[in-house]
């Protein structure tokens, strides 16, 4: 199984690190329960100026290995490290995000309500995956 240079970093990366936290960037209505619209998926930050250019190709790469059955993505962790997210609240990205959607709730009724959601998560590697490794 062949990977790319920017798939090895990548596992090279998460090797590296104890936990590997990703976020999605989502909008809510107020009232409305049942609506998400997931705006960035599998967002991981390296720095809080980072470029939308920047995370979206780290996207790609995640995609990729999660397509491949090397890595899975998990949502629904009810509790993290304190720190782990300081650096996606302080990103200029999500910063973007809440002053866009402050704009359009200003600008479009239709919009009143709406919300920016930061919903946090790990990025793991499969046990597939771990059991392939070399021991």
């Known amino acids: 199984m062949a990977y790319t240079s920017a798939q090895k970093e990548m596992i090279c990366q998460m090797t590296e690190q104890r936990r590997f936290p990703v976020a999605q960037f989502e909008l809510h209505r107020d009232g409305e329960p049942e609506f998400c619209q997931i705006l960035l998926d599998h967002v991981s930050l390296q720095q809080p100026d980072d470029t939308l250019e920047a995370v979206k ?28 997210f300081d650096i996606y609240y302080r990103s200029q ?34 046990s597939d995956f771990l059991q392939r490794l070399p021991r």
């Not at 491949?68 to 629904?76: C, E, N, P, V």
């Not at 200003?106 to 998560?121: F, I, N, T």
Request: hydrophobic fraction near 40%; charged fraction near 25%; proline fraction near 2%.
């Open 57 to 84: 190709a780290r996207t790609q790469v995640l995609s990729e290995l999660m397509e491949r059955g090397i890595l899975f993505a998990d949502y629904s962790v009810k509790a993290w490290v304190q720190g782990d």
């Open 93 to 126: 990205l999500y910063e973007n995000l809440c002053h866009e959607v402050l704009q359009r709730c200003s600008k479009d009724a239709q919009a009143a309500g709406e919300l920016p959601y930061l919903r946090k998560g790990y990025i793991s590697f499969t």
